[in-house]
């Protein structure tokens, strides 16, 4: 079910209301009934592979406590990962590598037989796998209980708010409070509402009214001018932060209403002065996972210089493999590893440099000078991972560089011939929700949007909340689009 749908409109607050008005004792059961409603609206048949995976990691987590040493506690670890890993690989990664085991052995006279399997990817099975595993390595280490209640556990993968796209929760969050009663509270469903107000606004007023003006771009890249593929990878930059951050806002703000507190998935990641300051704003639940279940158990920064920069690398090349089985992806990954190891190898001469030429002293100049740099490195890659090949990525990034010769020449001799692939209204409305959404940024730097609308009076508010809700209704694009990490 599509948060930006009607059903969704139906399905939240019936949920909602039922969820207060029955027992506590009996919530989890309608939780869950609701959720699986919501994720076989999509597919009714894939509930059968999270019904694998959770059966496989419930018993898992018992066997995992009550096994009396080590050796037999690696064991069942090593089942539950192998169960979500093997699923994963199966349905996310199998015909990608069979396609390029087929291209090896074609390059080499020979033939691969192996058929490709004609199924489509479950949606959002990185997600619910990678929190479903988060659950066994804390049994394992010793940092979460072993959950009893199936259903209770259950829920806990597959709580309908943030099941296929995130936040990716940890169990010590999730779990005390599917065992708490929470209570209607009027502040949780002010900040919860207002909070799936902002991401909705995001979604289908800024999101999906970019995609108007990318998608017709990367679709045909090589029949564009410089400015036009200029305009696409920035405007694409906007595009999937509002689409990807629209959906945790909507998520952790339905949550929120019903009691449940999600972590926050995303912190203004474009004011980012560094790559490694874009990682720790952007996609938070993932960035956290992969930190603390990959990057520190390779060994972290606790080893040699040239060993951390490695495991550095590692960590992004997977990170890129994980969102998608194509080659985009991984190269998206590897561009973000090499950016940091990089960036970190260089930090002091670059600091040096700085100091050197006086920017230092200049601290606003230097900072947005530094956010600049970053937003640009992000936006090469973010071509990577959104183009339809390596080729046409590679392809709209030679291109980039002559966007400033090409707009100057047009200007100054054929200002008339200036053109954007798109109507110059599109790009014009473009232009305006990205400068509302970076003046709602600018604002929430000050001070958090709760804090400055409390202080408001009752009817400024809620002046604000029908103006929000006017403009979805009446500048949303109202397509059925699917929120892009659901491809994940």
Not at 36 to 45: I, L, Q, R, S, V
Not at 163 to 189: C, M, T, W
Not at 295 to 323: C, E, K, T
Request: net charge positive; charged share 15%.
């Amino acid at each position: 079910m599509l948060f930006n749908s009607l059903p969704f409109a139906v399905f939240f607050p019936v949920v909602t209301l039922l969820c207060f008005l029955l027992p506590f004792r009996q919530r989890w059961v309608l939780l869950l009934t609701a959720s699986c409603f919501f994720y076989m609206f999509f597919k009714p048949e894939y509930i059968l592979i999270l019904g694998f995976t959770i059966v496989v990691d419930f018993f898992a987590g018992i066997l995992l406590e009550d096994a009396r040493d080590k050796v037999q506690r690696k064991k069942y670890l090593i089942m539950s990962l192998v169960a979500n890993i093997g699923v994963l690989a199966v349905f996310k990664y199998f015909n990608f590598f069979n396609a390029n085991v087929s291209a090896l052995a074609h390059h080499f006279g020979f033939n691969n037989n192996m058929p490709f399997l004609k199924m489509a990817l479950p949606i959002g099975l990185s997600f619910h796998t990678f929190q479903a595993m988060s659950y066994t390595i804390e049994v394992y280490r010793g940092k979460q209980k072993a959950e009893r209640h199936f259903g209770i556990y259950s829920l806990y993968v597959m709580f309908y708010p943030q099941l296929v796209a995130g936040p990716i929760e940890r169990p010590q969050n999730i779990l005390p409070q599917l065992h708490k009663e929470h209570f209607f509270s009027y502040d949780n469903a002010v900040t919860g509402l207002r909070l799936m107000a902002w991401g909705m606004f995001k979604k289908v007023v800024i999101a999906d009214r970019l995609a108007l003006f990318t998608d017709p771009v990367f679709n045909d890249p090589h029949h564009q001018t410089a400015t036009s593929l200029f305009f696409a990878a920035v405007f694409f930059s906007f595009q999937i932060y509002c689409d990807f951050s629209g959906y945790s806002d909507i998520a952790i703000g339905s949550a929120r209403v019903m009691g449940i507190k999600l972590m926050q998935n995303f912190n203004r990641p474009y004011n980012a002065t560094s790559i490694g300051d874009f990682w720790r704003r952007w996609h938070i639940s993932l960035s956290t996972w992969f930190k603390d279940y990959l990057y520190i158990p390779l060994g972290g920064n606790r080893v040699a210089v040239p060993r951390a920069y490695l495991n550095l690398f590692i960590v992004f090349l997977i990170s890129g493999f994980w969102h998608g089985a194509n080659w985009t992806f991984i190269i998206w990954g590897a561009l973000h590893g090499f950016y940091s190891v990089f960036g970190n190898l260089t930090a002091a001469i670059r600091a040096q440099m700085s100091k050197a030429v006086g920017l230092t002293k200049m601290v606003w100049l230097n900072t947005n000078i530094q956010r600049l740099i970053t937003f640009l490195l992000v936006t090469v890659a973010w071509v990577f991972f959104r183009a339809n090949n390596y080729k046409d990525a590679f392809y709209i990034v030679s291109r980039l560089p002559g966007v400033i010769g090409e707009s100057i020449t047009t200007l100054a001799h054929r200002p008339h011939q200036l053109k954007f692939g798109v109507p110059l209204n599109t790009l014009g409305a473009c232009l305006l929700v990205i400068a509302i959404l970076e003046l709602v940024h600018y604002t929430q730097g000050k001070a958090s949007w709760n804090t400055v609308l409390q202080r408001k009076p009752v009817y400024l508010r809620w002046l604000v909340y029908y103006g929000c809700v006017l403009a979805i209704l009446y500048f949303g694009i109202f397509e059925k689009r699917q929120f892009i990490y659901f491809q994940f």
